[in-house]
T-cell receptor
Framework: KAGVTQTPRYLIKTRGQQVTLSCSPI?????VSWYQQTPGQGLQFLFE???????NKGNFPGRFSGRQFSNSRSEMNVSTLELGDSALYLC??????????????FGSGTQLSVL | AQSVTQPDIHITVSEGASLELRCNYS??????LFWYVQSPGQGLQLLLK????DTLVQGIKGFEAEFKRSQSSFNLRKPSVHWSDAAEYFC????????????WGLGTSLAVNP
């Protein structure tokens, strides 16, 4: 069974640009969560999607958005990039995601560098 | 508010030595507790989790963790560390109910000397 796939693996953008990251969950998983990981802040929850609906959202500005498609694949978009958006963006999938006691399966992440 | 503290930012141990990584949490009720490991350039992998029952939990790769309610701790242990255990370790706390917002510690970086 294939794992969680995130593309691209690396991205370099300049301030003001926008970026779209993609995540394909494990087959059969309906929940996809996104996290931002930085050395100083650790893992911070961005949002979770389940059956194409955003179910939970973290404390990030509206520049960060996402969506989920009918095949459970998810995309995350960041508009008007800032230097502080440089981070590793991780996607995690799980079967139902209905409670926080479910095992998360993580992708290898997309390393975003904003110059 | 929920919080997770991993007091040790970086730990170095010798191969074959025992290991204990500390995790303290703040939560009003019994939380769901997790330890994840992140190898360089990789995503996170679940080592073990505690929901209820036996307070000593066995995980993968020879790791175990003990839930101590009185100390609000969930420390990760391994009796004999292997060089391949060098990685970043994260403790996380989850709430009961439908809130999926896991709260994560900042991680402990483990280096293993040969």
């Amino acid at each position: 069974k294939a794992g969680v796939t995130q593309t691209p693996r690396y991205l370099i953008k300049t301030r003001g640009q926008q970026v779209t990251l993609s995540c394909s969950p494990i087959s059969g998983h309906r929940s996809v969560s996104w996290y931002q990981q930085t050395p100083g802040q650790g893992l911070q929850f961005l949002f979770e999607y389940f059956s194409e609906t955003q179910r939970n959202k973290g404390n990030f500005p509206g520049r960060f958005s996402g969506r989920q498609f009918s095949n459970s694949r998810s995309e995350m978009n960041v508009s008007t990039l800032e230097l502080g958006d440089s981070a590793l963006y991780l996607c995690a999938s799980s079967l139902q995601g209905s409670t926080s006691n479910e095992k998360l399966f993580f992708g290898s992440g997309t390393q975003l560098s904003v110059l | 508010a929920q919080s997770v503290t991993q007091p040790d930012i970086h730990i170095t141990v010798s191969e074959g030595a025992s290991l204990e990584l500390r995790c303290n949490y703040s939560y009003g009720a019994t939380p769901y507790l997790f330890w994840y490991v992140q190898s360089p350039g990789q995503g996170l992998q679940l080592l073990l989790k505690y929901f209820s029952g036996d307070t000593l939990v066995q995980g993968i790769k020879g790791f175990e963790a003990e839930f101590k309610r009185s100390q609000s701790s969930f420390n990760l242990r391994k009796p004999s560390v292997h060089w391949s255990d060098a990685a970043e370790y994260f403790c996380a706390v989850g709430a009961s109910g439908n809130n999926r917002k896991l709260i994560w510690g900042l991680g402990t970086s483990l280096a293993v000397n040969p």
